[in-house]
Nanobody, 115 residues
Framework: VQLVESGGGLVQPGGSLRLSCAASGFTFSIYFMSWYRQAPGKERELVAAISSLGGSINYADSTKGRFTISRDNAKNTVYLQMNSLKPDDTAVYYC?????????WGQGTQVTVSS
């Protein structure tokens, strides 16, 4: 299993970023995919999750209305569109898949929201 995140960077408050997670080594189209984040000194937290065909989506309360998770099963990729970014969104963002009770993570991509 390999998960590779990309798309992070430095953005001003109110700006937008689109994260991507390219997956390989498993049958992507049958698994829930999730995005988590971890800010300095804080625990890793769930940001958003999407079911295998995209019919079920969940968001953390702090990201509802601003973030959108989506997936392209033909490209084995899951996305996180982040709009109206706030300094509190600063964190390392990780892609996650749980397969047979085992959690797999990417290396993470840094998102910094600052003026």
């Amino acid at each position: 299993v390999q998960l590779v995140e990309s798309g992070g960077g430095l953005v001003q408050p109110g700006g937008s970023l689109r994260l991507s997670c390219a997956a390989s080594g498993f049958t992507f189209s049958i698994y829930f995919m999730s995005w988590y984040r971890q800010a300095p000194g804080k625990e890793r937290e769930l940001v958003a999750a999407i079911s295998s065909l995209g019919g079920s989506i969940n968001y953390a309360d702090s990201t509802k209305g601003r973030f959108t998770i989506s997936r392209d099963n033909a490209k084995n990729t899951v996305y996180l569109q982040m709009n109206s970014l706030k300094p509190d969104d600063t964190a390392v963002y990780y892609c996650n898949v749980r397969i047979r009770q085992n959690d797999y993570w990417g290396q993470g991509t840094q998102v910094t929201v600052s003026s």
